[in-house]
């Protein structure tokens, strides 16, 4: 314990932010996570990120032209 409070503890419920950003933001975050030690746990943020930012964006389709 650093003896700073969390402004976000809500006596240990959650608080859920939604944040708007580009795929290109988001693309970047995820490689900034991507390249952190495996050991900071960073992974199931990368998987989570990308759960959610695949649900709201239509896959590319290649055309047959």
């Known amino acids: 314990d650093n ?4 402004p976000y503890d809500r006596g240990g419920h959650s608080v859920v932010i939604k ?6 933001e988001v693309n970047s ?3 900034v ?3 952190m030690p495996t050991k900071s746990g960073a992974w199931p943020l990368v998987v989570k990120i990308k759960e959610q930012a695949g649900s709201q964006v239509e896959p590319e389709v290649e055309s047959d032209d």
Not at 3 to 6: A, I
């Open 33 to 35: 996570l991507g390249e």
């Open 19 to 24: 944040l708007e950003l580009s795929v290109e």
């Open 3 to 6: 003896g700073v409070k969390d």
């Open 29 to 31: 975050v995820l490689q």
